[in-house]
C-alpha cells in the first residue's frame, strides 16, 4: 500500500487529501504519478473505477503550482468525451487544487456559453473541457491554448466512438508541445495514431482492461420471452432496494421508460443527450444522494460516470456491441464493491445477446424469468411496486 506523501506530492495537497479521508493510492495512481512529476509523457491503460482521475489530476495540479495564469490562458489542459466526465473531475480536483492556490475550470456543451466566458475573464489554472466547446471558446477569441504546459486526454477510446478525434487533434496543434498525457480502456487504431502522433517516449501504465474488471462481477442473462413479461419484470426490478442504472438503446426509450417507472411508484431519472445540463445535474444529485434510486441512460452514461455504490447494472436494451457492454457493466462493482450485471433478452434477441457476450469475454449465467420467479427476486432484490403502472 502506497501513502500519498509517499510518490513526491506536495504537502499541502496530501495535507487536503487527507482532511478528506483519502490516503493511499490505488495502483494506477501509485504507477503514474511519479513520472507525471518527473515530466514524462504518459500513456495510461485502465478500467473506469482504478482511479485515473487523481492518477493525472493530482501531479498536473503539482506540475502547475506555483505559477501564474493569466485569464482566458490556461495551463493545465484535460479533454474529456462527456460533461459529466468533465463535471465530476472538476468536482474531485477542486479542493486538491485550491490547497496549491490553482483554481479548476470545467467548460462544456449545454451551458450558456456566455457563462464560461465569464468565467474565463479570471484566471485559471487548469481547464477542463470537452472538444466542441472549447473549439466555440477558440473560435470566439475567450479561449486561448498558448500557455498548455501539460494536457491529459481522458476516455481516448470513447472520444474515438464519439468522432470527436479530428476536432482533438485540432485543438493538441494548438497548445505548444509540452508534457501529453493519455488515458483509454483500450488502444484501438485510431487512438494509437493519436499516441504516436503527441507522445514522446511514453511511460506505459496498465491496470486490469475492461474485460478483467468485468470478471470481477457476476454476470445473469434472463431470458424473459415477451416485450410485455419484460415490462413487467423491468417495474419488478425497479421497485428494489439500492441503486440501480438501466441502459436504454434510445432517448426515446429512456423517456418512456422513465415514465413507465415513476406510474408505478419508483423514483427515477432519465439521462440521455438532449437533456439540458441543469436537468442533467439534478438526476444525477439525486441518484448519488440516494433520493432518486433508479438512473435510466442511454450509452452516454456508460462512461466516466463514477457513483459508488450502484450494485445492479440493468440492459433492459441489451447494447449494440460488445465494447458498451463493458462499459456499461463498468458502472457497479467500482472501487472494490461488488455489482451484479443483467441482460434482459427477449426471444428474438437470443441468437444476437449470445454473440454479444462471447465477444466481450462474458460468461452469464443464463435462466428464463417470469416476473414471479423466485430467483428474480433472489439475484435482483426485485419487488411488487407500490402501485401498479398507469394506476
Do not use: C, W
Request: proline share 6%; hydrophobic share 40%.
Amino acid at each position: 500500500m502506497t501513502s500519498f506523501a509517499d510518490l513526491g506530492l506536495p504537502d499541502p495537497l496530501t495535507r487536503a487529501l487527507r482532511a478528506q479521508g483519502i490516503t493511499t493510492a490505488f495502483p494506477i495512481q501509485a504507477a503514474t504519478i511519479p513520472d507525471i512529476l518527473a515530466g514524462r509523457d504518459l500513456l495510461g491503460r485502465g478500467p473506469t473505477g482504478s482511479g485515473k482521475t487523481f492518477a493525472f489530476g493530482l501531479p498536473m495540479l503539482a506540475r502547475l503550482a506555483g505559477s501564474p495564469s493569466r485569464p482566458g490562458h490556461p495551463r493545465g489542459l484535460v479533454l474529456v468525451p462527456t460533461r459529466e466526465l468533465a463535471a465530476q473531475i472538476k468536482e474531485r480536483l477542486a479542493d486538491p487544487a485550491a490547497a496549491l492556490g490553482l483554481r479548476v475550470l470545467d467548460v462544456v456543451g449545454g451551458v450558456n456559453i456566455k457563462r464560461h466566458k465569464t468565467a474565463l475573464a479570471s484566471p485559471v489554472d487548469l481547464l477542463v473541457a470537452t472538444p466542441g466547446r472549447a473549439q466555440d471558446l477558440i473560435n470566439q477569441r475567450a479561449l486561448f491554448f498558448d500557455s498548455v504546459q501539460i494536457t491529459a486526454l481522458d476516455e481516448a477510446d470513447q472520444m474515438a466512438d464519439m468522432g470527436f478525434l479530428p476536432q482533438v487533434r485540432r485543438l493538441l496543434d494548438l497548445t505548444p508541445s509540452g508534457q501529453r498525457l493519455l488515458f483509454s480502456a483500450t488502444l484501438d487504431g485510431q487512438v494509437n495514431t493519436l499516441v504516436k502522433r503527441y507522445l514522446t517516449n511514453p511511460a506505459e501504465h496498465s491496470t486490469a482492461p475492461a474485460q478483467a474488471a468485468a470478471d470481477t462481477m457476476t454476470h445473469h442473462k434472463f431470458l424473459v420471452g415477451t416485450r410485455e413479461a419484460r415490462n413487467e419484470v423491468v417495474l419488478r426490478i425497479g421497485a428494489r432496494k439500492g441503486r440501480t442504472i438501466m441502459f436504454m438503446r434510445t432517448k426515446h426509450g429512456v423517456d418512456r421508460q422513465v415514465k413507465k417507472l415513476q406510474r408505478a411508484g419508483i423514483q427515477a431519472a432519465g439521462l440521455h443527450g438532449d437533456k439540458g445540463q441543469s436537468t442533467r445535474t439534478r438526476a444525477l444529485a439525486g441518484f448519488s444522494d440516494g433520493s432518486v434510486p433508479v438512473l435510466v441512460a442511454t450509452d452516454i452514461a456508460a462512461r466516466g460516470i463514477d457513483i459508488g455504490e450502484v450494485s445492479l447494472v440493468v440492459h433492459v436494451d441489451p447494447p449494440a456491441e460488445h465494447k458498451a457492454y463493458l462499459h456499461r457493466a463498468g458502472r457497479t462493482a467500482r472501487a472494490g464493491h461488488s455489482g451484479t450485471v443483467v441482460t434482459l433478452v427477449m426471444e428474438n434477441q437470443e441468437d444476437e445477446v449470445s454473440r454479444l457476450l462471447r465477444k466481450a469475454g462474458v460468461e452469464a449465467r443464463e435462466e428464463r424469468v417470469s416476473p414471479d420467479s423466485p430467483s428474480l427476486a433472489k439475484i435482483t432484490g426485485a419487488r411488487i411496486p407500490t402501485k401498479k403502472a398507469g394506476a
